[in-house]
């Protein structure tokens, strides 16, 4: 135990929040903000929250079984009864027990404070200009961390006013880039953005996905991707076919040749020196998931996530039909995009329409919230899939080895369409000098 005032300590409380910590998945994520190691006042409690946070930091899960092992290696001294003591604890608002605590901590900085103005308010011993000093400093100190989550709006404004100034200079908005100008001059993928890409079947979403991904990690940024479908493996032979321009169905199943071999090691060694993340623990449940992702924020400091795709993440929501659990993935993944801030893309399927394929945001299979939910919603449309022509004002446009990507949502961006191309072999869609038009076709000013 450590000094200070006992009174301002509550061991019951303390229990409760570290129970709760070891017995709920997420609930550390719920109160790391408000607490520190000394918000406990005993020191076997503020032993057992630091081994919390050291296995949270790894990736790992901290429970009864895991915390144990944890505490032997840190050479902390235990016996298996506080252990037991600590899981017969929990509640189910943790966030009010851990602000508690967070008060608590913060009275026994004033009362220590309040014993160094009594000891040098009854001495002389030191400088009066330097017992101030001091004091502010600690106060500022005990200050500085409960105030730090909030801002003036002159803080904010300072931020508009250098984003009007960038855009008077010329000067792209920062963000991710995806290698679709169109997308890319309008600032990329921003973080705290949820973006949606949805399409029907067969269309290439995760296509789509995979090109973002290979364009933004060259151009530096880390992205996890999670796929609920395709191993890490597979990811890498895809994002190896685009590299090498080698088809997929060669990379899987072929003897390469010589000049195959050679493209492939140049796709390979740039390959390896991107900062691609998998989790191969990680399953469709959306908390597994979300804890993955803020372990792969803090340890790896990724800025984007790739989810493949919605439809498929299960959530742990009694009495929840298929659109509420979706809307409710969806609401979750733009939490956390927020509160990281990273984009989180996550990809959705369409539902089929026979007679009449030219996606809409309507046709978002399971819910119709998940549009409210994003800040950018990609639709992605192939007619050469379905034998018909390009929607007005793309009517003129060759549909082979093309696609139309409709920003049908853009918060900040507006909403707008263009002509990429799409290379089947290597499930490659890639931006175009020039949209190719169909033989005989009238010249048209229209964008791309």
Not at 90 to 116: H, M, N, P, V, W
Not at 325 to 332: D, G, N, T, V, Y
Not at 391 to 414: C, S, Y
């Amino acid at each position: 135990m450590k000094n200070g005032n006992h009174y301002l300590s509550d061991k019951e409380c303390e229990l409760c929040v570290l129970g709760t910590l070891l017995l709920e998945r997420n609930a550390i994520h719920q109160v790391r903000e408000l607490l520190t190691p000394n918000s406990f006042y005993f020191d076997f409690h503020r032993e057992v929250y630091c081994a919390i946070i050291a296995m949270t930091d790894r990736g790992e899960r901290a429970d009864v079984l895991s915390i144990g092992p944890e505490l032997s290696k840190r050479r902390v001294a235990y016996k298996p009864y506080d252990i037991v003591e600590v899981s017969q604890n929990s509640t189910f608002d943790i966030t009010q027990y851990a602000c508690r605590l967070f008060d608590l901590e913060k009275r026994r900085k004033f009362y220590d404070l309040g014993q160094y103005l009594i000891a040098n308010g009854t001495s002389e011993c030191e400088d009066i200009e330097d017992v101030l000093q001091a004091t502010n400093d600690r106060l500022s100190a005990i200050f500085g961390d409960t105030v730090k989550h909030i801002r003036t709006a002159t803080d904010y404004l300072t931020e508009v006013v250098e984003q009007v100034n960038n855009n008077l200079s010329g000067q792209n908005i920062p963000g991710t880039p995806t290698g679709f100008s169109a997308i890319d001059n309008k600032g990329g993928l921003q973080p705290t953005n949820l973006i949606i890409g949805a399409g029907e079947s067969s269309q290439g979403k995760t296509a789509l996905a995979n090109a973002i991904t290979l364009s933004a990690t060259k151009a530096g940024a880390k992205i996890a991707f999670y796929s609920m479908e395709m191993s890490g493996a597979q990811l890498l032979t895809r994002l190896a076919a685009i590299e090498s321009g080698i088809p997929v169905s060669v990379l899987s199943n072929n003897q390469l040749t010589a000049k195959q071999i050679t493209k492939f090691d140049v796709a390979v060694t740039t390959l390896s020196k991107l900062g691609l993340f998998f989790d191969d623990r990680s399953t469709s449940s959306i908390d597994a998931i979300l804890s993955s992702i803020r372990s792969m924020v803090f340890k790896h400091h990724v800025q984007g996530v790739v989810i493949d795709y919605l439809q498929i993440l299960t959530v742990n929501k009694k009495s929840a039909n298929v659109e509420e659990a979706i809307a409710e993935a969806a609401r979750r993944l733009k939490n956390i995009a927020k509160e990281l801030n990273i984009w989180v893309l996550a990809l959705s399927q369409l539902s089929r329409d026979t007679n009449n394929p030219v996606p809409s945001v309507n046709r978002l299979r399971g819910s119709g919230q998940i549009n409210e939910a994003a800040d950018m919603t990609i639709l992605l449309y192939r007619p050469e899939v379905y034998n018909r022509k390009y929607p007005e004002p793309f009517q003129t446009t060759d549909t082979k080895g093309t696609a139309l990507i409709d920003i049908a949502k853009g918060r900040n961006v507006g909403v707008f369409k263009f002509i990429v191309g799409f290379n089947a072999a290597t499930t490659h869609f890639y931006d175009l000098a020039e949209r190719p038009v169909l033989p005989f076709a009238p010249p048209t000013n229209e964008p791309f």
